[in-house]
């Protein structure tokens, strides 16, 4: 996103990954963590941006800011400020490009209880 793009704040674009950047192992170690999972899974549900704040994570906002910025870094999530919104949504097709069936598979995984560890 440009600074000449509706909606954007001058100086306030944030770096992402173009697709070719997007990294699998990246893309994985983000995926790793739940709350960042929980975040990719809501994110998942439509195709409309969310803002950080529409988010119930169990952690402090420094904290969520850095499980954030591991999403956008990695390429799993686009933020782009909406006013002083941080508005996110979620890369699918990139990542359908870069990684083929990856997303849905781990996106399955979390909604039929995959995710969580084997008790044992």
Excluded: W
């Amino acid at each position: 996103m440009s600074p000449s793009t509706p909606g954007a704040a001058a100086g306030r674009d944030l770096p992402h990954p173009g697709r070719q950047q997007i990294r699998l192992e990246e893309v994985l170690h983000a995926l790793a963590d739940p709350v960042r999972l929980a975040v990719v899974s809501r994110l998942a549900v439509g195709d409309e941006e969310l803002a950080c704040s529409v988010f119930d994570v169990p952690v402090s906002k420094s904290t969520s800011t850095h499980h954030f910025r591991v999403l956008r870094e990695s390429g799993v999530i686009r933020q782009v400020y909406r006013g002083t919104a941080k508005m996110n949504a979620l890369r699918r097709a990139d990542l359908d490009a870069r990684f083929p069936g990856l997303l849905d598979a781990v996106l399955a995984a979390t909604r039929h209880g995959h995710s969580q560890p084997v008790a044992g």
